[in-house]
């Protein structure tokens, strides 16, 4: 992005000093994006996006602004007001323009406020991890975000301070828009901001209507009492009101925080003025399990807390104070803070919270009640959460609905919910070990603790052990009449997915998504079931850009699978921004798809950089060496991507060897194979179908990878390199209606395995009937031997089965199913299939074959020489030139 030097001078000194600054913070927010790509499908969608961000982009140069943060729209930097408005002024006639041309509407929302911000340069370390060059922050970027959200499409709204001094240089606005007016929509209440703000618009007559902003929750317009709507002239209805009003405020006290539905709150720890320290962290936790049974409330988790802390540069353990705490309630979009107090006052406790609104840092109400012993402590606490929530604006019916006692859905012992707080606590830190012990603890004082158990189950899931996991989900189920509906419901969707089909699994966790769409939980479970067990990215998408937007501790794995699914459907950009995202959010591991889309769209270079960066530790040894092998892989050096997975494969230690390891097993068979090695490779296959099976039958389940998968897999290659008598033996022991119904990507790919059988018998009209009945959500290589087999069977779609699969690309290097398993060799197979669409070609067209023989060298360009598909590709392109090229000459000598 180009800058003027006294700019950039300016903005690096400002960094480096790390001091406030003040700074114009623009958001620009695309108007119904979704809907957008619904309407248009998604190639249209993404070629306008990409015209809509060049648009933009460039307008961000003319007017000297700085890109800071891009999603759906941008968040922008500029150094003055008029600058700002000057670029909102021209993006909003940019858009007009585009809409004309494109003859569709696109709209979007702009809000610009003025305000001290912090600016800090990211290390180039973190940068090639995913992090931002430039991070802001500030109460500027808030406010201008709410001023976009209170917008309505084609609106430019700006705070009143920054309308103040945007006007002293309207002649500099007017140079670029001389038709520029300017509308105050009077004062609003905008959450965060204590005092009112008057709300200002600008715009272009023609585009701008200057219509009132529509009311939002993220601010509210005041209006003078003779203008409300509830005003009613006559003096015999005003003495009717005010008796009336009187009467009201006798019997219901009015409310005292700008609370609506499904606002958010953040519990603070609780005050411990008793001098036992067995109360840390108890009371809170126990306030927070009680709040989250309301339907009108919604709890910011622990987890979620501790990672906004981090973000803040704050201590996560440290005990969240009210100060604090009002921060992160801010950060969090939460409209209220909870500060629990427990004391002693005499021979009783007393248990009280405060209501904090989070906009204004008052306290708007404080609930107590006293006790009398120990035992009354989780009774009191029920008592406590009830009237917060009556004071938090939810009725009465809706309370009594979705109150069970503290005791009857999680446990009546305080050491038992103190150990599970802390358990929560160490699996939001990743220490599943620490957990799993905690809750052991938890359990040991309390059996009947069906929160414990679930909680257990998932720990264990959350490390491939699945036969523990069914233990526990078990021992919950005998004691579910302690959890409560929304628990209950997590574990029959845990249980289904231990158990049943992924489509009944999926089912479930979409029922939970559905009735609870502020639950993250559902929502990431259901999209992650549609992406990585349906291979339904569309279906997944909706669920998992709303879970990327909650406030929730798994928000950078909802990125993660969101970006993946992007990256499959060829929405590569949104792709790359949202790994960087989720990066950036803290997601680590052996999760490392941003090379992937850098690789789909052979921006190696940055590939190479991201890959470079990322630790070598036993947790990403296996994904890393696959992707450096993908790396060169598909840019036909295949000698190297041997070397690196042949490396990893005598390197790595041996619990990983026989887990993960299967994953680096079949990568080798691929690359062996793509170099003619074949009889190396059938090795390797034969071997490793021994190993997987003899894996005794109640320890399959264990495996990291799903067995059928990997046998289908497995079995696939002994068909593909000549051993069809083992590829049936291996594929009938998964071939049952038990193991495939329910199951998508099992049952895909035994039709692989069974099409590949097919093929190698000499059969390809068989190949074609077999692979074809399953082209639903098809995944990438149900596609390819698609193609094959057309292409063996002579039939007159083999080129246009072969284009499809050359178009899916994305699909390729996207696919989820198995965490990616199977990428390097599909990269490699997609490069085959240039070349065998070029064969396709000769048939019909030499011209056309020739060019497509010249783009598969061009994309291998680093291959040897001596290599057979690079010899066959030469071949083609020869013998298209040559006069005496014969359609009857056979060219099947590849690989």
């Known amino acids: 992005m ?83 408005v000057s670029f909102a002024l021209a993006y909003q006639r940019g858009l007009r323009f585009m809409s004309e041309a494109e003859e569709v509407e696109v709209h979007a929302r702009v809000g610009i406020h003025v305000g001290d911000v912090v600016m800090w340069e990211n290390s180039p370390e973190d940068i090639s991890r995913g992090a931002k060059p430039v991070e802001v922050e500030g109460l500027a970027k808030p406010v201008a975000a709410r001023l976009a959200a209170l917008a309505r499409p084609q609106q430019i709204l700006l705070s009143g301070v920054a309308a103040s001094i945007a006007r002293r240089g309207h002649e500099e606005i007017a140079e670029d828009c001389p038709e520029a007016e300017w509308r105050s929509h009077g004062l609003y209440r905008i959450r965060g901001v204590a005092e009112a703000t008057e709300v200002f618009e600008v715009g272009e007559p023609g585009i701008a209507d200057f219509t009132i902003p529509a009311q939002r929750s993220v601010a509210r317009r005041i209006l003078p009492w003779w203008r409300r709507p509830s005003t009613i002239s006559g003096a015999s209805l005003l003495i009717a009101l005010i008796i009336g009003t009187s009467i009201w405020a006798i019997v219901r006290q009015p409310p005292t925080i700008d609370f609506s539905a499904r ?63 009002v921060e992160v309630a801010l950060r969090d979009n939460a409209s209220a803070l909870i500060v629990p107090r427990l004391a002693n006052n005499g021979h009783e406790l007393v248990l009280s919270a405060e209501i904090v609104d989070s906009n204004t840092n008052k306290i708007v109400k404080t609930i107590s009640t006293k006790i009398q012993s120990q035992s009354e402590i989780v009774p009191a606490i029920d008592d406590l959460t009830r009237s917060l929530r009556a004071s938090l604006g939810e009725s009465m019916a809706q309370i009594k609905s979705t109150s069970i006692p503290l005791a009857k859905v999680t446990t009546s012992n305080l050491d038992a919910l103190r150990a599970y707080s802390l358990a929560d606590q160490a699996a939001g830190r990743g220490d599943l070990n620490l957990s799993v012990d905690l809750l052991n603890h938890a359990i040991s004082l309390d059996p009947k603790f069906a929160s414990a158990y679930a909680a257990q189950a998932s720990n264990y899931f959350a490390t491939g052990n699945m036969t523990q996991a069914r233990r526990e989900i078990d021992k919950a189920m005998k004691f579910k009449q302690h959890l409560t509906p929304l628990e209950l419901l997590k574990l029959k969707a845990m249980a289904l997915t231990a158990r049943s089909s992924r489509t009944a699994a999926t089912a479930a966790w979409k029922m939970i998504a559905d009735l609870y769409p502020d639950n993250a939980a559902g929502a990431n479970n259901v999209g992650l079931n549609y992406a990585a067990e349906l291979n339904d990215c569309d279906s997944a998408l909706p669920y998992l850009q709303h879970a990327a937007n909650l406030p929730q501790p798994l928000q950078p794995v909802s990125l993660y699978i969101l970006a993946s699914c992007q990256l499959a459907l060829g929405h590569e950009d949104q792709a790359i921004q ?15 798809a941003l090379a992937d889309a850098y690789v789909a769209t052979r ?35 295949l000698s190297s991507a041997e070397n690196n997975i042949r490396h990893a494969l005598q390197t790595i230690p041996k619990p990983i060897y026989n887990s993960y390891g299967w994953s680096l097993r079949l990568e080798y068979i691929g690359i062996l194979w793509a170099q003619g090695k074949e009889q190396d490779a059938l090795d390797q296959t034969r071997h490793g179908l021994k190993q997987l099976l003899s894996i005794p039958v109640d320890k399959r389940d264990d495996n990291p990878y799903d067995f059928p998968v990997l046998v289908a897999l497995f079995s696939r290659w002994a ?22 119904r329910g199951f998508p990507i099992r049952a895909q790919l035994v039709t692989v395995t069974q099409a590949e059988i097919a093929l190698k018998e000499g059969d390809p009209e068989k190949a074609v009937r077999i692979a074809t009945g399953a082209d639903t959500h098809p995944l990438w290589e149900l596609l390819e031997v698609i193609a094959r087999a057309k292409a063996a069977a002579g039939d007159p779609g083999a080129a246009a089965a072969y284009k499809r699969v050359i178009a899916q690309r994305p699909l390729a290097f996207g696919e989820l199913f198995e965490n990616e398993l199977g990428i390097c060799t599909r990269a490699i197979q997609w490069n085959f299939a240039v070349l065998d669409y070029a064969k396709v070609l000769s048939k019909t067209d030499p011209s056309a074959a020739s060019r497509q023989a010249s783009i598969f060298l061009d994309y291998w360009r680093i291959a040897p020489s001596d290599l057979q598909a690079v010899i066959t590709a030469k071949k083609l392109m020869q013998w298209s030139s040559s006069e005496n090229l014969k359609s009857s000459r056979s060219l099947s000598d590849r690989p």
Not at 32 to 39: I, M, Q
Not at 578 to 592: I, P, Q, T, V, W
Not at 608 to 635: E, K, M, Y
């Open 578 to 592: 949202n790994f960087k995202r989720s990066y950036a959010e803290g997601f680590r591991g052996r999760f490392l």
């Open 719 to 740: 068909a593909r390199l000549g051993d069809v008598q083992l590829a049936k033996q291996s594929i009938k022991i998964i071939n049952t209606d038990k193991g495939l």
């Open 2 to 84: 180009s800058e003027s030097l006294d700019t950039g001078l300016h903005w690096r000194h400002a960094t480096a000093a790390g001091q406030p600054v003040l700074r114009t913070m623009v958001v620009c927010d695309l108007a119904d994006s979704t809907a957008l790509v619904e309407r248009l499908g998604d190639r249209r969608a993404a070629a306008l996006l990409r015209k809509h961000d060049r648009l933009t982009r460039a307008l961000i140069d003319e007017h000297n602004g700085r890109e800071i943060d891009k999603t759906d729209g941008y968040l922008l930097l500029f150094e003055r007001p008029t600058q700002a």
């Open 263 to 325: 606002d958010w709150v953040v519990v603070a720890a609780t005050q411990n003025q008793t001098g036992q320290d067995n109360y840390d962290n108890t009371i809170t936790a126990a306030i927070r399990m009680s709040l989250r049974q309301s339907r009108f409330v919604n709890v910011i988790s622990a987890q979620q807390v501790a990672q906004t802390l981090k973000r803040m540069k704050k201590d996560a353990s440290a005990p969240l104070d009210r100060k604090t705490g």
């Open 603 to 637: 921006q190696y270079t940055k590939a190479s950089t991201f890959l470079t960066n990322v630790p070598s530790d036993i947790d990403t040894i296996v994904s890393l060496s696959t992707r450096r092998a993908l790396l060169v892989a598909d840019q036909g050096d």
